[in-house]
């Protein structure tokens, strides 16, 4: 099994690729070692020294460390528990593993706000976002303010303020009148 591994935007984080599926449908955020219960996978990447977030896509897997830990050190252990985890043939996430969040659409005239986007979010954002190790979510749409949760690489990233402000809402703003701003929320 070949790993390759690219760097993303975040210094802290490095997104691995398995050269094959790793998720099936959609994706699963791992912020915490607690979190991680239902995902051997990810509890396998947490017991490497310095691991503080595993996000899981459809063909990647984004580690996030600390800021004491040299990937120097951190990437060889983290590269060896994916290629174990794969080789052991447990699955990447026990059960449901995954649960919905819930989203907050406000009141009827939003409805076909909110399909607008979480359409644009799903066809133009999320798939550059992943393409650094990421996820965009949509989490609400309240008075104008569009509030999404950043996950894998982009949580904690230096430049997420100016992806959110000048990338995706210029985006959401242009096509979307009703739109004023986007915010980032964490759950």
Known sequence: MFIQTETTPNPAT??????QTVLDLG?????TVESAAASPLARRIFA???VTGVFLGSDFI???K???TEWAHAKPAVLGAIMEHFQSGAPVIEGEGQSAHAVHEGDEEDGAIVQQIKELLDTRVRPAVAQDGGDITFH???RGVVYLNMKGSCSG???STL???MGIENLLRHYIPEVTEVRPVAL
């Open 62 to 64: 984004t580690v996030t």
């Open 66 to 68: 600390d800021a004491e």
């Open 14 to 19: 490095l997104k691995f690729l398995p050269g």
């Open 48 to 50: 490497v020294p310095g």
């Open 27 to 31: 994706t699963a955020d791992f912020p």
């Open 157 to 159: 990233c230096p430049s």
């Open 140 to 142: 609400g749409f309240e």
């Open 163 to 165: 992806t959110l402000k």
